[in-house]
């Protein structure tokens, strides 16, 4: 059967066909190793075909395979581990293998090299085991209670052994396992604690690229965290991920260097060596004829490039404004990434801001409130922000957005809190124009805000009190808010919000309001807050208590 070509798919039905698999699954049971042997060598390649892998374990020939996983003979071992890992491809599989006691039988061939760095001749058969071992594990690690079955059989300290390993062929399947489990916080913690990162760094300047884009992926996976991302700045990480930007044909390959390049610039001391090696000019090029996984690395690398001033600059000059085009996409992950870029640049008043608003950015970044998507609102909402801040006639812009500001009132219904939070902070900068705020008026911002002046996240309470210290200054809106009850609420904010004392300020020039300020004891918190160290408040909380005191209002 051996001299058939048994990858072509009218063998392999062939054999099925004709009662073969039980045959071969019958052999493994005999204890006979040369009978083992020759039905495993002919298993591990038809089971290939997802149909074949299918009939075996209908057969329940999964298990026979996992019982002969602990066989005196190496080869045995290695060879039932090469079949699982193809068969091991599908759900069902992977669950039966786990269900039988395979994760922990597979972990231990991990153990069989005792010392992966240093191996003699003969125990070049050690690491063909412990590379079949971790190919199974790199398949059944797709689960979540793989992962964690993986990790309680002490499969971390193992794979950690053999990162040390020479041979490429064993690395890739061990940082295969690694990257996929590095979704969950404890292997990101084990991975941190037990010294891999500095293994994964050195693996990023190997030479074959499946294993550089494993190392990448399992780096951005576990970057979320800071010590990792000092762990790849102190090994000296960086400028080997942005040597891999260069690797355009590559798209795994580049997906997985953009995102290690994306996390680890959430530490500033990381961007700036990244700028050493010119990373944002190579992410800059990287804006067109890439797929979206690409993209949104890319676009979530430059909101952190964005964040220091001088970058903002080198964006413009780069032509990397151009990312305003990705506004038109459906990717919420990509929105939400290119929204905190473009919110990013836009704080830069000299020409970013114009230039956003020349690609027509402020219509397409405020057209994504009507996203679906909850991030993608908030990120929309805080990109608006200094968009609006830095524009030459803000209030004629936000005026030829037809629908727009009624479209932001409605958002204060939402449930979420970064929603609110995000657009309570668009209505503040909105409502410095007057005859928006007369608009904002009339679509009833003001019972909005109050009602939400009952929230108790202190997040949201400070951008609340922004937006209702702003829509205090229009006409009768500062009683309407005494009415709604938002007064005795945003007294209680004082202790811990100082700009409150601007709010209550605008409020306090109603009576009314004054007696309801001084019945709930607002004065010896604003009297604290005269002693603020900006001035705002200062100026703020002395004029409230000096119209709360004014005679004849008792």
Same mark, same amino acid.
């Given at each position: 059967?051996?001299?058939?070509n048994?990858?072509?798919e009218?063998?392999q039905?062939?054999i099925r066909?004709?009662g073969?698999?039980?045959?071969?699954?019958?052999?493994?049971?005999?204890?006979?190793?040369?009978?083992?042997?020759?039905?495993?060598?002919?298993?591990?390649?038809?089971?290939?075909?997802p149909q074949?892998?299918r009939?075996?374990?209908?057969m329940?020939?999964?298990?026979?395979?996992?019982?002969?996983?602990?066989?005196?003979?190496?080869?045995?071992?290695?060879?039932?581990?090469e079949?699982?890992?193809?068969?091991?491809?599908?759900?069902?599989?992977?669950?039966?293998?786990?269900q039988?006691?395979g994760?922990?039988?597979?972990?231990?061939?991990?153990?069989?090299?005792?010392d992966?760095?240093?191996l003699?001749?003969?125990?070049?058969?050690?690491?063909?085991?412990?590379?079949c071992?971790?190919?199974?594990?790199?398949?059944c690690?797709r689960?979540?209670r793989?992962?964690?079955?993986?990790?309680?059989a002490?499969?971390?300290p193992?794979?950690g052994?053999?990162?040390?390993?020479p041979?490429?062929n064993?690395?890739?399947?061990?940082?295969?396992?690694?990257?996929e489990?590095?979704?969950?916080?404890?292997?990101?913690a084990?991975i941190?604690?037990?010294?891999?990162?500095?293994?994964?760094?050195?693996n990023?300047?190997?030479?074959n690229?499946?294993?550089q884009?494993?190392?990448?992926?399992?780096?951005?996976?576990?970057?979320?965290?800071?010590?990792?991302?000092?762990l790849?700045?102190?090994?000296k990480?960086?400028?080997?991920?942005?040597?891999?930007?260069?690797?355009?044909?590559?798209k795994q390959?580049?997906?997985?260097?953009?995102?290690?390049i994306?996390?680890?610039s959430?530490?500033?001391?990381?961007?700036a060596i990244?700028?050493?090696?010119?990373?944002?000019?190579?992410?800059?090029?990287?804006l067109?004829?890439?797929?979206?996984?690409?993209?949104?690395?890319v676009?979530?690398?430059?909101?952190?490039?964005?964040?220091?001033?001088?970058?903002?600059?080198?964006?413009?000059?780069?032509?990397?404004?151009?990312?305003v085009n +990705?506004l038109?996409g $459906? !990717?919420?992950?990509? @929105?939400?990434n290119?929204?905190? =870029? /473009?919110?990013?640049c %836009?704080? *830069? #008043?000299?020409?970013?801001?114009?230039i956003i608003?020349?690609?027509d950015?402020?219509?397409?970044?405020?057209?994504?409130?009507?996203?679906r998507?909850?991030?993608?609102?908030?990120s929309a909402?805080w990109?608006l922000?200094?968009?609006?801040?830095?524009a030459k006639?803000?209030?004629?812009?936000?005026?030829s957005?037809?629908?727009?500001?009624?479209?932001?009132?409605? +958002?204060?219904?939402? $449930? !979420?809190?970064e929603? @609110?939070?995000?657009v309570?902070? =668009? /209505?503040?900068?909105? %409502?410095? *124009? #007057?005859?928006n705020?007369?608009?904002?008026?009339?679509?009833?911002?003001?019972?909005?805000?109050?009602?939400?002046?009952?929230?108790?996240?202190?997040?949201?309470?400070?951008?609340?009190?922004?937006?209702?210290?702003?829509?205090c200054?229009?006409g009768?809106?500062?009683v309407?808010?005494?009415?709604a009850?938002?007064?005795?609420?945003?007294?209680?904010?004082?202790?811990?919000?100082?700009?409150?004392?601007?709010?209550?300020h605008?409020?306090s020039?109603?009576?009314?309001?004054?007696i309801?300020?001084?019945e709930?004891?607002v004065?010896?918190?604003?009297?604290?807050?005269?002693?603020?160290?900006?001035k705002?408040?200062?100026?703020?909380?002395?004029?409230?208590?000096?119209?709360i005191?004014q005679?004849?209002r008792?």
């Amino acid at each position: 059967m051996m001299d058939l070509n048994l990858m072509e798919e009218t063998c392999q039905l062939a054999i099925r066909d004709t009662g073969g698999l039980e045959v071969l699954l019958n052999l493994l049971d005999t204890g006979h190793i040369r009978s083992m042997i020759g039905s495993l060598k002919i298993l591990k390649q038809i089971c290939h075909n997802p149909q074949i892998r299918r009939s075996i374990v209908d057969m329940s020939g999964l298990q026979s395979i996992v019982k002969i996983l602990d066989s005196t003979s190496k080869e045995v071992k290695a060879l039932a581990a090469e079949s699982l890992a193809n068969m091991a491809r599908f759900r069902r599989a992977r669950r039966t293998v786990r269900q039988h006691g395979g994760i922990e039988k597979l972990v231990q061939l991990l153990g069989c090299i005792p010392d992966p760095a240093k191996l003699s001749t003969s125990q070049e058969m050690d690491v063909e085991v412990a590379r079949c071992g971790a190919l199974v594990l790199w398949s059944c690690s797709r689960s979540r209670r793989n992962k964690e079955a993986i990790r309680k059989a002490g499969g971390i300290p193992l794979l950690g052994r053999l990162l040390q390993s020479p041979n490429e062929n064993v690395l890739i399947p061990v940082v295969g396992i690694l990257q996929e489990c590095a979704v969950q916080e404890s292997y990101r913690a084990a991975i941190h604690t037990g010294g891999l990162i500095k293994d994964l760094v050195k693996n990023l300047s190997s030479n074959n690229n499946e294993l550089q884009m494993h190392c990448a992926s399992a780096i951005f996976k576990c970057a979320d965290e800071k010590e990792t991302r000092d762990l790849v700045r102190m090994y000296k990480g960086l400028q080997p991920l942005v040597s891999l930007l260069a690797k355009v044909d590559n798209k795994q390959l580049l997906a997985a260097a953009t995102g290690a390049i994306w996390k680890c610039s959430l530490s500033p001391e990381n961007v700036a060596i990244f700028q050493e090696h010119e990373a944002l000019e190579s992410l800059v090029g990287l804006l067109t004829d890439q797929p979206e996984e690409v993209l949104v690395n890319v676009a979530g690398a430059l909101a952190e490039f964005a964040q220091i001033p001088a970058n903002k600059v080198t964006i413009q000059k780069c032509g990397g404004i151009k990312l305003v085009n +990705l506004l038109t996409g $459906t !990717n919420q992950a990509l @929105l939400v990434n290119v929204t905190k =870029a /473009v919110g990013a640049c %836009a704080t *830069d #008043k000299n020409n970013n801001s114009v230039i956003i608003d020349q690609l027509d950015g402020v219509r397409l970044v405020w057209s994504l409130l009507k996203n679906r998507s909850a991030d993608v609102q908030s990120s929309a909402a805080w990109a608006l922000c200094p968009c609006i801040e830095n524009a030459k006639d803000a209030g004629e812009l936000v005026r030829s957005l037809v629908g727009g500001l009624e479209l932001i009132v409605k +958002l204060l219904k939402s $449930t !979420n809190k970064e929603v @609110l939070a995000s657009v309570c902070a =668009a /209505v503040a900068k909105i %409502a410095k *124009d #007057k005859e928006n705020l007369a608009v904002l008026t009339d679509y009833g911002v003001v019972p909005l805000l109050a009602k939400l002046t009952n929230t108790t996240d202190d997040r949201l309470r400070h951008y609340v009190t922004e937006a209702v210290s702003r829509c205090c200054t229009w006409g009768s809106n500062s009683v309407t808010f005494g009415e709604a009850g938002a007064v005795a609420q945003l007294v209680t904010y004082l202790r811990i919000h100082e700009n409150a004392a601007v709010a209550l300020h605008e409020m306090s020039k109603n009576p009314s309001n004054c007696i309801i300020m001084y019945e709930a004891g607002v004065v010896e918190p604003l009297i604290h807050i005269m002693g603020s160290d900006v001035k705002e408040f200062q100026e703020a909380a002395a004029s409230c208590v000096c119209n709360i005191l004014q005679p004849g209002r008792y």
